[in-house]
């Protein structure tokens, strides 16, 4: 109309710009990014359930809808479609879906995979679309089970490797993990993820493995065959902050060191310190399951002293990443402490941190009943008595007891027997709480961890100023406030109440 009124008309171009990466030419957009760069930049489905567990009847074709409720659905049907979206309850937080669509898998597989597209808004309020499959596997279909397990009376191994799994997503693909009495159950719906996470563990921590393999089905016309795998993982039973009286061929491999040990820390080696001379080693795997000694005694038995005077005798020093110091020092059990007079002179490597007045626990050699084959085999041996093995800040934590920390941990999605006593449950919650306090003291420990702000804990101005500086706390700079990560996110599990945070 413009043109035939004779009227002039200015042509309206779409402008382009250059990818910021690549430099291909492309539409403009908020990022200046395509689309190939930005999805290599940001992955928006990362964190999303890619495994979900679904129970399926197959007598009446029914879905089990926790807690109590059975759905029917025809294979591929919109009500079946809908009942997998709902599993999925913390999808709609993170991303918004668009499009779903099945999968074709095989019947005798046994399991449903769906194509999801899904939007979110990423790096300065462009819109990224990507697609992505989730697969619905019955908890009892698994092909390879992990039998992790370390025959000790605590579970302190395992709050850390859980927290180790959470950071590394090792057991992403697990479709199912189960709480047994020494040890966790990591159930796998393919082989390779049951070897991969066999590695995993094997870089973090000490182990011995074998696997076994049990037939399920044979066709003997394509000459199929179909197996579950069974992997036993046992971790070494030596633990951090334990006693070691060392073997006598192992201490001269180790150059004569020792032989009473402490163990310091734990990964996928052991490392040793001798208390006395601050001489300190490591012990690999393969060397620790040749000889496969047992911990003289262990941190359930360790006494709390208090400690009369110190006087250092060497200048601090640097050993395997942590400082020491010989000290000698003059220290009473505390249990005996206004009762008798008992006194042991002792030599710690503690002096860079005790002063007197202090608290420290240690081992009770002097009352202890040891009868260990290996403490037999050294003639004429002359035990100290007592060995400290870290300072104690229990009494000045009574006055913080109760009060919320300023973190959280997160936790794996795993079934817990509930038909355990009440006094199992006090010994894991006590259990639990020595390990987050370990975590407060002890930098190192978690270094490898992931540590996440408590939103709800508010700091009360009177209480900081009441509690000191004296209790180890962990630094607000070490807890990763970027990350939002509520306390129902169970990858749609409605059952376990257990995923999430844990103070």
Same mark, same amino acid.
Not at 18 to 33: H, S
Not at 213 to 240: A, G, M, W
């Given at each position: 109309?413009?043109?035939?009124?004779?009227?002039?008309?200015?042509?309206?171009?779409?402008?382009?710009?250059?990818?910021?990466?690549?430099?291909?030419?492309?539409?403009?957009?908020?990022?200046?990014?395509?689309?190939?760069?930005?999805?290599?930049?940001?992955?928006?489905?990362?964190?999303?359930?890619?495994?979900?567990?679904?129970?399926?009847?197959?007598?009446?074709?029914?879905?089990?809808?926790?807690?109590?409720?059975?759905?029917?659905?025809?294979?591929?049907?919109? %009500?079946?479609?809908?009942?997998?979206?709902?599993?999925?309850?913390?999808?709609?937080?993170?991303?918004?879906?668009?499009?779903? %669509?099945?999968?074709?898998?095989?019947?005798?597989?046994?399991?449903?995979?769906?194509?999801?597209?899904?939007?979110?808004?990423?790096?300065?309020?462009?819109?990224?679309?990507?697609?992505?499959?989730?697969?619905?596997? +019955?908890? /009892?279909?698994?092909? $390879?089970?992990?039998?992790? @397990?370390?025959?000790?009376?605590? @579970?302190?191994?395992?709050?850390?490797?859980?927290?180790?799994?959470?950071?590394?997503?090792?057991?992403?693909?697990?479709?199912?993990?189960?709480?047994?009495?020494?040890?966790?159950?990591?159930?796998?719906?393919?082989?390779?993820?049951?070897?991969?996470?066999?590695?995993?563990?094997?870089?973090?921590?000490?182990?011995?493995?074998?696997?076994?393999?049990?037939?399920? #089905?044979?066709?003997?016309?394509?000459? +199929?065959? +179909?197996?579950?795998?069974?992997?036993?993982?046992?971790?070494?039973?030596?633990? @951090?902050?334990?006693?070691?009286?060392?073997?006598?061929?192992?201490?001269?491999?180790?150059?004569?060191?020792?032989?009473?040990?402490?163990?310091?820390?734990?990964?996928?080696?052991?490392?040793?310190?001798?208390?006395?001379?601050?001489?300190?080693?490591?012990?690999?795997?393969?060397?620790?399951?040749?000889? $496969?000694?047992?911990?003289?005694?262990?941190?359930?038995?360790?006494?709390?002293?208090?400690?009369?005077?110190?006087?250092?005798?060497?200048?601090?020093?640097?050993?395997?990443?942590?400082?020491?110091?010989?000290?000698?020092?003059?220290?009473?059990?505390?249990?005996?402490?206004?009762?008798? /007079?008992?006194?042991?002179?002792?030599?710690?490597?503690?002096?860079?941190?005790?002063?007197?007045?202090?608290?420290?626990?240690?081992?009770?050699?002097?009352?202890?009943?040891?009868?260990?084959?290996?403490?037999?085999?050294?003639?004429?041996?002359?035990?100290? %008595?007592?060995?400290?093995?870290?300072?104690?800040?229990?009494?000045?934590?009574?006055?913080?007891?109760?009060?919320?920390?300023?973190?959280?941990?997160? #936790?794996?999605?795993?079934?817990?027997?509930?038909?355990?006593?009440?006094?199992?449950?006090?010994?894991?919650?006590?259990?639990?709480? !020595?390990?987050? @306090?370990?975590?407060?003291?002890?930098?190192?420990?978690?270094?490898?961890?992931?540590?996440?702000?408590?939103?709800?804990?508010?700091? #009360?101005?009177?209480?900081?100023?009441? /509690?000191?500086? /004296?209790?180890?706390?962990?630094?607000?700079?070490?807890?990763?406030?970027?990350?939002?990560?509520? &306390?129902?996110?169970?990858?749609?599990?409605?059952?376990? &109440?257990?995923?999430?945070?844990? !103070?």
């Amino acid at each position: 109309m413009a043109g035939e009124a004779g009227m002039f008309m200015v042509p309206q171009t779409t402008g382009s710009v250059l990818c910021c990466k690549c430099g291909i030419r492309m539409q403009p957009n908020a990022a200046n990014m395509c689309v190939k760069c930005l999805r290599s930049e940001v992955d928006i489905t990362e964190g999303l359930p890619k495994h979900v567990m679904i129970i399926h009847c197959p007598e009446c074709d029914s879905y089990l809808l926790p807690p109590k409720t059975w759905i029917k659905a025809q294979v591929e049907s919109k %009500e079946l479609l809908t009942f997998c979206l709902n599993r999925l309850k913390s999808l709609s937080n993170k991303v918004r879906i668009v499009h779903a %669509e099945f999968i074709w898998t095989e019947p005798h597989s046994k399991r449903i995979k769906v194509r999801l597209r899904v939007q979110k808004e990423v790096l300065n309020g462009t819109i990224l679309e990507q697609a992505y499959i989730v697969e619905y596997a +019955n908890p /009892d279909q698994w092909v $390879a089970a992990v039998q992790l @397990r370390q025959h000790v009376s605590h @579970r302190r191994i395992f709050f850390y490797l859980e927290q180790l799994i959470l950071k590394h997503d090792a057991a992403g693909r697990a479709i199912r993990i189960k709480q047994m009495d020494q040890g966790i159950d990591f159930f796998f719906g393919n082989r390779s993820h049951g070897v991969k996470f066999v590695e995993f563990l094997g870089k973090v921590s000490p182990i011995r493995s074998r696997h076994d393999k049990q037939l399920v #089905s044979h066709d003997p016309k394509s000459n +199929n065959y +179909n197996y579950k795998y069974t992997f036993s993982v046992e971790i070494s039973p030596v633990c @951090r902050e334990d006693l070691i009286c060392l073997p006598p061929k192992v201490a001269v491999s180790l150059g004569n060191l020792g032989p009473i040990v402490i163990c310091t820390k734990v990964t996928n080696s052991i490392a040793l310190l001798d208390p006395l001379t601050l001489r300190y080693c490591f012990l690999d795997a393969d060397q620790y399951w040749r000889s $496969a000694f047992r911990s003289l005694l262990t941190s359930r038995q360790l006494v709390e002293y208090i400690v009369l005077d110190v006087e250092i005798i060497s200048p601090e020093v640097n050993v395997g990443g942590s400082k020491y110091a010989l000290a000698d020092a003059q220290v009473a059990r505390l249990s005996d402490f206004g009762r008798n /007079d008992t006194i042991f002179f002792i030599k710690t490597h503690l002096g860079h941190l005790l002063k007197p007045g202090d608290h420290a626990l240690g081992y009770d050699l002097y009352g202890a009943n040891s009868n260990d084959i290996e403490l037999e085999k050294y003639k004429g041996l002359v035990l100290p %008595e007592a060995i400290l093995i870290k300072k104690s800040y229990e009494e000045k934590r009574q006055r913080k007891r109760g009060k919320p920390r300023a973190w959280k941990l997160k #936790s794996l999605n795993m079934e817990v027997d509930d038909t355990k006593g009440r006094n199992e449950q006090e010994k894991m919650n006590s259990e639990y709480e !020595e390990f987050l @306090r370990d975590l407060e003291e002890n930098p190192e420990l978690r270094f490898n961890i992931s540590l996440y702000r408590n939103k709800g804990y508010q700091p #009360s101005e009177m209480a900081s100023t009441a /509690d000191g500086e /004296d209790v180890p706390s962990i630094p607000l700079e070490e807890l990763l406030a970027d990350l939002d990560i509520t &306390d129902a996110e169970d990858n749609g599990d409605d059952n376990d &109440d257990d995923d999430g945070m844990r !103070e």
